[in-house]
């Protein structure tokens, strides 16, 4: 039997975590919600990219609101098929996030006369490596499909407006020094005893605050890995430390780097970029956000992670994470969702797109 949008989203989420759908292998899950939405014809225009499937309505609007949300998840853990238990959805991506696409397809399908025209994006591949992302994929082959005034992407939020999102860098601080023999250590030039200025300069730090549209996003300039050492009776000539920094949105990848690199001005170390991305700005004053705001009753906050919402900002949407779950439970094999969160977030869209 297909999916019925219409049911309520509770046992919506509940079909929908029972279709396994590891990253790469969403064929089923896509098939099933394709012929869903053309069973809503001619509601909504519907197409299929590979394992993503679109649909949009064309009604005039003034302004269009997208949904988005990816239907892959991690590999399951014993944790199939679904089951309810002390109000809660237990099961692989009941949280992250198949109760968000559930509330998306079905307040799609279910209000009739919409306030605004809806594009739903229900796209594959995005928990494994940024490249197969199906919507990157879809930014690229369809661009004209991401046109919205604001977009809202499901991940888990705890019923919250997450909104805008962190961005993040990883650089490599390496450290050269001078081999010898430990027994006449004089003679060498300890690498691993250079990085301690850089450890005293990141524990030291003090990281900014930064309100933006009312959200606070709280930077981080954090050691995540230690490399060095040949050795237990040799003075290594080489050791790193990897340093991640979580960044405000109101910084670029450039100037975040540059930030890493004033801090640790001054010391013998060399400074590699290994990885980078931007955040995403709020955008809450534009008018399509803040109505969303306001139907969310001003629970608000910043999103301390990234997310595919730094997609939407670098086209220029306003773009927030707001859906049913909790972020810390996504992946795990106790993964679920509490039940009366897929109904609030269910309601708060309601009033928002009517």
Sequence with gaps: MGLDLTADPIALTAALVDIPSESRHEQLIADQ???????????????????????RTHLGRASRVMLAGHIDTVPAADNLPSHVANGELWGCG??????????FLHVAATIADPSHDITLVMYDCE???????????????LPDWLQADVAILGEPSGGFIEAGCQGTIRVV?????????????????????????????????????????????????????????????????????TVNFRFAPDRSVEQALA?????????????ELTDAAAGALPGLAKPAAAALVAAAGGQVRAKYGWTDVSRFAALGIPAVNYGPGDPNLAHKVDERVEIAQITSVTDMLRRYLT
Excluded at 34 to 51: M, T, W
Excluded at 127 to 141: C, F, V
Aim: hydrophobic residues 40%.
């Design 127 to 141: 928990e494994i490596e940024s490249s197969a992302n199906g919507l990157g994929r879809i930014e690229r082959e």
């Design 173 to 241: 601080v390496g450290a050269t020094g001078t081999r010898a023999h430990s027994a006449r250590s004089w003679l060498g030039d300890n690498a691993i005893h250079k990085l301690g200025a850089v450890l005293d300069r990141l524990t030291a730090y003090q990281p900014r605050n930064v309100d933006i549209d009312g959200c606070v996003y709280r930077e981080g300039l954090s050691a995540v890995r230690v490399d060095g050492g040949i050795a237990g009776n040799v003075i290594p000539d080489a050791a790193s430390v």
């Design 259 to 271: 930030h890493v690199h004033e801090v640790l001005d001054g010391l013998d170390v060399d400074i």
């Design 94 to 103: 009941t949280s992250d996030m198949k109760s968000g696409d559930a509330v």
């Design 33 to 55: 919600i394709e012929a869903a939405l053309r069973a809503q014809a001619p509601h909504f225009e519907v197409i299929r990219n590979g394992d993503a499937v679109l649909a």
